[in-house]
């Protein structure tokens, strides 16, 4: 049988996000009907939800899921892989809720931050109590109530596709946690930081979403090649992150630039800096960061990071030119690799 065109097999992917976008749009829909029907506050956590998710995002997750389901032979109307991929959107969903709490950011998506938005409200309303405290309430039970939607979404999918829908969710948290206890304690351990940042971005983003497709299609021979794909596109993809996180347009990131150097947030982007640069070590080293001297610093090493991210991008372009695969489907990864580690360039 002659191999697909790549244009088809963007189709196929293309095909299946369509379906995953209906289910959560079907699906918020429903409970947002089913808690108004009890009292009308209860349609305040789903909103927050739902707002989010239809606010856009690149559906990077869900994409990679149906690449690796189809990749691995699976079809475009199977209900399993639309579950799946719908469920990973909203673990990124609470997950983005969650991580403006703990970062204090006051942006995303280019809006309010659900704890900015619900602060107001509260200010607003002339209600009880801290307007903060609440906002960051709302906040946390929004992104809890994503994760549980997720969980229900992927509750029919086979044993070994658990197993690592269970590995993904316990390395976003652990990975959350490292991170706030290694900004909170000042560590300078660029090796470390380096595992957080892939483990609690990179590898959910790519890695684990392409092996949940692979495994829910039966094919979990396909772990080792997209392992390497995964986690080296995993890399690139984060420090193209940082990168648009120091450099970039605030108004195209969707969030505020420069947060993490204010707040002493060991990017990857930072780690990799520290691991090539012993002024960059020696500033992060110290109580008190002179942002501008870092900014300064990391501008220098830009065009390094560009050939690093180079060299990541060929890697994992690499893991998969010999893997049983589709020469269409190859290709196809190939493309995701770019798009994935070139975006806003």
């Not at 990749?71 to 469920?87: E, I, K, Q, S």
């Not at 204090?104 to 209600?127: C, D, I, K, N, Q």
Request: aromatic share 6%; charged share 30%.
């Amino acid at each position: 049988m002659a191999s697909r065109t790549v244009s088809a097999a963007r189709q196929a992917r293309d095909d299946v996000i369509g379906r995953v976008e209906r289910r959560l749009r079907e699906f918020l829909a429903a409970e947002r009907t089913r808690w108004a029907a009890v009292d009308d506050r209860g349609t305040v956590p789903v909103d927050a939800v739902t707002d989010l998710v239809a606010a856009g995002g690149k559906r990077l997750r869900p994409a990679f899921c149906a690449a690796g389901f189809l990749a691995a032979g699976g079809t475009v109307d199977d209900p399993l892989v639309v579950d799946a991929a719908a469920g990973v959107e909203l673990i990124h969903t609470g997950a983005l809720i969650h991580d403006d709490v703990l970062d204090a950011s006051e942006l995303r998506r280019g809006s309010p931050a659900v704890h900015t938005r619900h602060s107001a409200v509260h200010t607003g309303s002339g209600w009880l109590g801290e307007p903060r405290r609440y906002g960051e309430g709302v906040a946390i039970i929004s992104g809890a109530l994503a994760n549980v939607y997720a969980d229900r979404l992927v509750r029919e999918l086979p044993p070994a596709a658990r197993d690592v829908w269970g590995e993904m969710l316990t390395e976003i948290q652990i990975g959350q946690y490292l991170d706030l206890a290694v900004a909170a304690e000042g560590v300078v351990e660029p090796e470390l930081s380096r595992w957080i940042a892939i483990c609690k971005s990179g590898r959910y983003s790519i890695h684990r979403p392409l092996l949940l497709g692979a495994t829910i299609a039966g094919r979990p021979e396909l772990a080792p090649v997209f392992e390497v794909y995964g986690e080296a596109l995993g890399e690139a993809f984060q420090l193209r992150d940082d990168l648009i996180g120091v450099f970039g347009d605030p108004e195209a990131a969707g969030k505020p630039v420069g947060l993490d150097l204010e707040q002493h947030k060991m990017t990857l982007l930072l780690a990799w800096a520290a691991q090539r640069d012993e002024r960059v070590r020696k500033l992060i080293s110290r109580q008190e960061w002179d942002t501008a001297e870092l900014l300064d610093r990391l501008g220098e090493s830009r065009e390094r990071v560009e050939r690093h991210i180079d060299d990541l991008v060929e890697r994992a372009c690499g893991a998969t030119d010999t893997a049983l695969l589709d020469s269409a489907w190859r290709q196809e990864l190939a493309g995701m690799a770019l798009e994935v580690a070139y975006r806003n360039r």
